[in-house]
C-alpha cells in the first residue's frame, strides 16, 4: 500500500494567502478526495507537497490566522 497521494489530477489554484509579487507562491488543490494537498510553486509542478488531512485543513488556517503558529 503506497502512503504517497496520487497528485496527478490535482487542480492547483494559488492561495489567497500568497502575495501578488511572486514571493510568497503558495498553490493548494481543493479537488482530491480526502486531503488537502499544498505546495509551493516555486518549486515547479514535479516539487513535493505537504498533504493535510481535509478534516485539518480549516483548523490548520485558522491558527495560521490567529497566530497560534
Known sequence: MSTTPDL???????????NGDGGE????ADNVPGIVP???S???PEGPALAFAR????PF???LGD???
Do not use: N, Q
Open 8 to 18: 496527478s489530477t490535482a487542480v492547483w489554484r494559488t492561495s489567497s494567502y500568497s
Open 25 to 28: 507562491c503558495v498553490e493548494v
Open 38 to 40: 499544498v505546495r509551493d
Open 42 to 44: 516555486k518549486t515547479g
Open 55 to 58: 478534516e485539518r485543513w480549516a
Open 61 to 63: 488556517v485558522a491558527a
Open 67 to 69: 497566530g497560534s503558529l
